[in-house]
């Protein structure tokens, strides 16, 4: 089982609409992060996440740390945004991070 | 203040030759970590690095992979005799001393295996 679970796998949105993806863990740990990944592109850090909730432009991420869970909103969304987003956790004292396998979106015009 | 650097960018190796992959992280940052993303995988931990110290390599292949990340240079990760399944991306993040959960990635070096 893996440690990190993302829900949807494959997100298909029209342009505008509002976007959640979730993110679920195992284990006890000491920072959450969403990355965002473009078709053959690098990896960006939109968030880390210890508690609560963090908002960036149409960005917004929250925790729960009692329920192990996350959540990445995109409001308004829009077709730049079209990218594989990642969750990754870090357990707590440990060392490596551990990651989904990701959620593809793709927003239509 | 230059980003996370990795080259090269691309690399093509036949099968049985040596690939070197090289990170440069961030100004002032002393850590670095190396993972790999093979085709239509998620990103899988390899090895976490500090200057002259590898903290800890649990996610390397036990045979022909290493890393290192000397005093001066880049860190570097080098795989021998390379096989067709080494074929993936490979990305290097790195973190301050002082905030180790904060993570700074690369743009990754895309390894072909022929």
């Known amino acids: 089982k893996n440690e990190v679970e993302q829900s949807p796998q494959n997100l298909t949105a029209q342009e505008g609409e509002f976007i959640t993806i979730n993110c679920s863990y195992s284990?006890?740990?000491?920072?959450l992060h969403w990355l965002q990944q473009h078709p053959g592109g690098g990896i960006v850090s939109l968030f880390m996440?210890?508690?609560g909730k963090k908002k960036h432009g149409r960005l917004i991420a929250t925790i729960n740390i009692q329920e192990k869970h996350s959540s990445l909103h995109i409001t308004a969304s829009h077709p730049r945004d079209s990218a594989v987003y990642i969750c990754?956790?870090?357990?707590?004292?440990?060392?490596?991070?551990?990651f989904g396998t990701g959620t593809s979106l793709t927003v239509i015009p | 203040n230059a980003g996370v650097m990795q080259n090269p960018r691309h690399l093509v190796r036949r099968r049985g030759q040596e690939a070197r992959l090289r990170c440069s992280p961030m100004k002032g940052h002393s850590h670095v970590y190396w993972y790999r993303q093979l085709p239509e995988e998620g990103l899988k931990f390899m090895v976490y690095l500090q200057k002259e110290n590898i903290i800890d390599e649990s996610g390397m292949p036990k045979e022909r992979f290493s890393a290192e990340f000397p005093k001066e240079g880049p860190s570097i990760l080098r795989i021998q005799q390379v096989v067709r399944g080494d074929s993936a991306a490979y990305f290097c993040?790195?973190?301050?001393?002082?905030?180790?959960?904060?993570?700074?990635f690369g743009p990754g070096t895309r390894l072909t295996v022929l």
């Open positions: 990754a956790v870090r357990l707590r004292g440990g060392n490596q991070f551990y």
């Open positions: 993040a790195s973190s301050p001393l002082t905030d180790t959960d904060t993570q700074y």
């Open positions: 284990v006890g740990i000491s920072a």
């Open positions: 996440l210890s508690s």
